[in-house]
């Protein structure tokens, strides 16, 4: 997870317009979980009803971990950002970064688990999702 973030970092430091920073960052995303589908598979795995909340060795559960409060925190920024520079925000920019975690984070994972289904490419989905949401 650390990895993940610090190269989305990296890919936004080089960014400077705050709606360019909330595709770079969502479309970054996609492009390193698709590539490391393997690690993400472990760190979000399909839930259980008969199993407990994943928890760390020190008894965190994995969403209030410092990894991955860490990378929320970026995600909130980078549209908080954004949204600071509308006139008029069509929501808040929490939800806003909600709504773009969870429909990214499943145009992932989705495909991969209904293989079966012919599926648009995930970058071109999560590209046309972010474009839908941000304004430049």
């Known amino acids: 997870m650390h990895a ?3 190269q989305l970092r990296q890919l936004l430091a080089r960014v400077r317009s705050p709606a360019r920073r909330v595709l770079k960052l969502f479309t970054g995303t996609a492009d ?4 490391y589908m ?5 760190i979000f795995p399909a839930p259980s009803v008969r199993r407990s909340l994943a ?19 970026l995600y909130y ?4 950002e954004y949204s600071q520079t509308l006139a008029r925000p ?10 773009l975690m969870a429909a ?3 145009m992932i994972v989705f495909p991969c688990m209904s293989r079966s289904m012919e599926w648009t490419d995930t970058r071109l ?3 046309h999702l972010v474009a839908g949401m941000v304004s430049e």
């Open 4 to 6: 993940a973030t610090e």
């Open 32 to 35: 390193y979980w698709l590539e």
């Open 38 to 42: 393997e690690e993400f598979l472990v």
């Open 55 to 73: 928890v760390s060795s020190s008894g965190v559960p994995f969403g209030q971990s410092p990894a991955a409060q860490d990378s929320l925190q």
């Open 77 to 80: 920024r980078t549209v908080d």
């Open 90 to 99: 069509p929501m808040p920019s929490h939800l806003a970064a909600n709504i």
């Open 104 to 106: 990214v984070h499943g």
């Open 125 to 127: 989905m999560v590209k």
